[in-house]
């Protein structure tokens, strides 16, 4: 059974930072892919980050690009989203996702395994 657990998120000011974490289970880590996607209220979900099993190799929506950061730590079954320099339009929930997909899987149909996701608030 895989499972995945976000948590690190909350309410901050625009122009601060945060950094989500999530935690899997199972066989979550031995998959050639982890991405963060996020869902405002009204908008369907999107891509935010992804990287390939070593983390070696990273993809970004262009929306994020230079601000945030995907990481992951395999011996600590964990994957990092570092947000910087947030801005109001980056509220959402986010959520932590597993793919059997070849890195870059960009895509929500190409994950298979979800977290419940953790909401990010950022006020202006």
């Known amino acids: 059974q895989v499972q995945l657990v976000e948590s690190g998120g909350g309410l901050v000011q625009a122009g601060g930072s945060l950094r989500l974490a999530c935690v899997g289970s199972?066989?979550?880590?031995?998959?050639?892919?982890m991405g963060w996607f996020r869902q405002a209220p009204g908008k369907e979900r999107e891509f935010v980050a992804t990287a390939n099993w070593s983390g070696g190799s990273t993809n970004y929506a262009d929306s994020v690009k230079g601000r945030f950061t995907i990481s992951r730590d395999n011996a600590k079954n964990t994957v990092y989203l570092q947000m910087n320099s947030l801005k109001p339009e980056d509220t959402a929930v986010y959520y932590c996702?597993?793919?059997?997909?070849?890195?870059?899987?960009?895509?929500?149909?190409?994950?298979?395994?979800w977290g419940q996701g953790t909401q990010v608030t950022v006020s202006s």
């Open positions: 996702a597993a793919s059997s997909y070849v890195f870059p899987a960009l895509r929500v149909l190409e994950y298979a395994y």
């Open positions: 199972g066989r979550t880590f031995s998959l050639p892919s």
